[in-house]
């Protein structure tokens, strides 16, 4: 289903608030009455999509989330929910089940009376529960768990009844506030993708707060990225690393060479941009309006080459100095100097026939225009 | 057991036979560490030794001296020692004889020369009212001796030296060991055949001083839960700058005299006090309808109840501060109403708190003195008042010693229920 959505979406374009599931309207949000943490929030999620709000800590993640959930109230806007207006609902109407960070299992509880609770308050009857706890405990694999108490579960045990709680009275709409903060790398990577999943298979909607960006990627259908309250981006995670709209997003996501300069020459999406050291390179225009314009070059250093044979046609050239090889395993990290910046990084894979760096050598290195993007000054 | 090498570390080759594991130099592993951590608590024994004297000489002492004062009274047994060898001689039932009498008069006589014949006739005084007179009377005539025939010269002095109840009374009174304080604080006495019986109807006092004290201590529980619980919640989850001002005026009473705060109350609720001046201004009841707030239980109940708030804020308060308020979110994401998820969320992990503070508050109300004997006028006493009266007043310190030792089994009791019901474990003090 979410697979469906998707492509409708590709096809489509982005969702528009009015057929959205859930759709934030010009929604801000402030504690003290001086400061806003969420400042103009637009954004409209499709029924069946795992979108993530990512973003740097205190960037109003979590208070978006309770502003859904309904344990905050937004100070200006509206939010949506199914074409209704919920800004008005408490939170116990609104039907939408949550993770939390600390997964907030009733420590004097067992954890079949922690999945019996959300249906004992709608008023379902034993046999019912009975049925719909076991559905949901085997959804998590944790069948065997129901008489336990949360004290006597592991972290990830726990998370999972977490899971299987917000699930178990089917809603529509699941939040997750960082809901693998808490566990070990391993583990993390196992239920984002048990996560992922059961998520594709029960087709509900997930809205997922993180600050690992790599878990962003992995999992979710759209990114959200935030910072200083605003979202800076919104699109699928391969865009969002391929095409980043600003020097934030840029930055924030994966590893990145950055090179200031000035705009020479605008048309289209192509600019000529002329570096501090004078030189002029080509690059593909994002974040700039005009000619004369102060700049930063977005470069990944995947996409930097060394080798002339590897070169792409048309690939720009420029002469680097190596300061330093980094060993990391699979890689070859290789800081050097270009255009007068000293943090500029190049990735070389460690293969057998591998050409080694050596710290002193000037090498020419070389990328093609459309992978250096001409982004806002940082 | 498996092969020890199995998770990775070498050990020596195990022998067939298991001997333990040991250490590297040869010792085995458990006795080695029980010497290392024998070490460890000997220091530990150490530091704690001057409290634990402290506690031996000012607690434990004075009070199995207490519990022994309750079953022991020399006052008789000491001072008329012919007497008491008569009663130790002759079964129960037997009629005095004239070796009795001798007895009684050589040791009046002596008694009344030693000027302890005070000390017999109060002890006697406690199991049969009104006969301590009849001890110094009988001293002041006998200090120049009694002439035989004894029984005659005795009866002489006074007729009621016959009466076969005080001849069951001293024998009694002739071992120093007696239950009859216990009997007595639980409204039992003797009879003349000295079997147990009820206490004639207008001495019996102490049951329904037991009774009141425990009602009172419970409604005072109650109050302090009904006051405490909000305020301890709102210290919880309020701003620190707010709730520290909070915990201020929580803990003021503490920092003022125990006197000034029971005596404030007194010019509160008294008949011309504030409370009632405000409520005939304000015109609820009239002049003459003045109402009666103080020297009485109500009285107790108020004052005792402000007195006793902190006992249960603070626990209550300590287990707050720790319950995540992400677990009432989470029951009212799953759909209950702001009230259930109080009740079956927020409130079931107080518990610990509120039961710490109930027994603290319970306990401390049970044995409350100052207060009641101020303000509970004859209807709010409770039983340490009586104990007190016991100590300074009639100098029955067997009496109030038993009357003590039962409050103090009370609330073991109590103690032994409490954790039966809830487990002492989960009691949290702070
Ligand atoms: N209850 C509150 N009262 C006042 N300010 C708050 C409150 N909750 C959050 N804030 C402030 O709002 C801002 C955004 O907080 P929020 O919790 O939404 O950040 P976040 O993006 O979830 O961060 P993190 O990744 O660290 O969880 C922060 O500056 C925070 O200090
Ligand atoms: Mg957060």
């Not at chain 1, 298979?201 to 707060?209: H, K, L, N, P, S």
Request: glycine share 8%.
């Amino acid at each position: 289903m979410s697979k469906a959505t998707a492509a409708a979406r590709a096809d489509t374009g982005a969702v528009t608030a009015n057929d959205a599931f859930v759709a934030f309207e010009r929604v801000q949000k402030s504690y003290d009455g001086e400061t806003l943490v969420v400042k103009d929030l637009n954004l409209a999620i499709a029924r069946g999509e795992f979108l993530t709000l990512l973003g740097p800590s205190g960037s109003g993640k979590t208070t978006s989330l309770m502003m859904l959930a309904g344990f905050e109230t937004a100070t200006s806007g509206e939010i949506r929910l199914a074409g209704r207006p919920i800004n008005a609902v408490p939170p116990h109407r609104r039907g939408i089940g949550m993770v939390f960070q600390n997964y907030a299992l009733f420590p004097h509880m067992t954890v079949g009376e922690n999945l019996a609770f959300p249906l004992q308050v709608r008023g379902l009857g034993k046999v019912e529960r009975e049925a719909k706890i076991m559905r949901a405990l085997d959804m998590v694999q944790m069948g065997r768990f129901a008489n336990r108490r949360p004290a006597q579960l592991s972290g990830g045990q726990q998370q999972r009844i977490a899971l299987a709680r917000a699930l178990v009275f089917d809603p529509d709409l699941v939040l997750m506030d960082e809901p693998l903060g808490a566990l070990d790398k391993q583990l993390r990577e196992h239920m984002q993708y048990e996560i992922k999943q059961l998520h594709e298979r029960i087709g509900i909607t997930v809205v997922y707060v993180t600050h690992d960006q790599g878990e962003a990627l992995t999992m979710s259908d759209r990114v959200a990225v935030f910072n200083d309250g605003r979202i800076q981006q919104l699109a699928p995670p391969a865009e969002l690393y391929e095409r980043p709209g600003n020097s934030f997003v840029a930055q924030f996501i994966g590893e990145n060479n950055t090179l200031a300069g000035t705009i020479e020459q605008l048309q289209g999406d192509r600019a000529l941009v002329r570096l501090g050291n004078g030189e002029l390179i080509d690059a593909t225009a994002v974040d700039i309006r005009e000619v004369g314009q102060v700049t930063t070059v977005s470069i990944r250093p995947e996409r930097v080459e060394f080798k002339p044979e590897m070169m792409p046609p048309g690939a720009h050239r420029i002469a680097a100095e190596v300061l330093e090889v980094i060993y990391m395993g699979d890689v070859l990290r290789t800081r050097m100097k270009v255009a007068g910046a000293s943090d500029f990084v190049l990735k070389c894979r460690n293969t057998l026939g591998q050409r080694k760096l050596t710290p002193g050598e000037t090498i020419e290195i070389g990328w093609h225009p459309e992978d250096a993007r001409a982004l806002d000054p940082v | 057991m498996a092969d020890t090498s199995a998770n990775g570390v070498s050990f020596a080759p195990a022998p067939a036979h298991r001997t333990g594991l040991v250490t590297a130099d040869g010792r085995p592993l458990r006795s080695a560490l029980a010497r290392s951590s024998r070490r460890a608590r000997r220091r530990a024994f150490f530091l704690v030794l001057p409290l634990l004297l402290f506690v031996l000489i000012t607690f434990v002492v004075p009070i199995g001296q207490m519990l022994q004062r309750s079953v022991k009274n020399e006052g008789f047994s000491a001072n008329m020692p012919q007497l008491s060898a008569w009663f130790h001689d002759n079964p129960r039932g037997t009629e005095p004889d004239d070796a009795a009498w001798a007895a009684l008069a050589a040791d009046l006589t002596a008694a009344a020369q030693a000027r302890t014949i005070g000390v017999v006739g109060t002890r006697i005084n406690y199991d049969m009212p009104g006969t301590r007179s009849l001890f110094t009377s009988a001293g002041r005539q006998a200090r120049g001796g009694i002439e035989p025939p004894y029984r005659e010269a005795i009866l002489e002095m006074d007729a009621r030296w016959g009466n076969p109840r005080l001849w069951s009374v001293m024998r009694e009174a002739a071992s120093p060991y007696t239950a009859n304080f216990y009997l007595a604080a639980v409204d039992r006495t003797r009879d003349d055949q000295g079997d147990i019986v009820s206490a004639p109807a207008q001495q019996q006092i102490y049951g329904k001083l037991f009774l009141r004290t425990f009602w009172l201590s419970l409604a005072i529980t109650a109050t302090t839960f009904l006051l405490g619980f909000p305020v301890a919640h709102l210290l919880a989850t309020l701003p620190m700058r707010q709730s520290n001002l909070l915990m201020i005026l929580v803990l003021l009473p503490f920092w003022t005299s125990l006197l000034v705060r029971t005596t404030a109350w007194i010019v509160l609720l008294q008949q011309q006090g504030v409370v009632n001046d405000v409520l005939v201004w304000l015109g609820v009841i009239g002049n003459n309808q003045r109402l009666q707030m103080i020297f009485n239980q109500t009285g107790t109940i108020i004052a005792m109840t402000h007195i006793l708030l902190p006992f249960m804020i603070l626990p209550l308060y300590s287990v707050m501060r720790t319950i995540n308020p992400s677990y009432v979110r989470a029951a009212r994401s799953l759909g209950a109403t702001s009230w259930t998820a109080f009740r079956r969320i927020y409130f079931p992990q107080t518990l610990p708190g509120l039961g710490a503070g109930a027994l603290l508050v319970f306990i401390l109300a049970v044995g409350y003195y100052i207060t009641p004997a101020l303000v509970g006028g004859s209807s709010g006493q409770l039983i340490s008042n009586m104990i007190a009266m016991h100590m300074t007043q009639t100098l029955n310190w067997s009496m109030a010693a038993a009357l003590a030792a039962l409050l103090l089994g009370g609330v073991l009791i109590l103690y032994w229920v409490y954790d039966r019901l809830v487990g002492i474990d989960n009691l949290k003090l702070g």
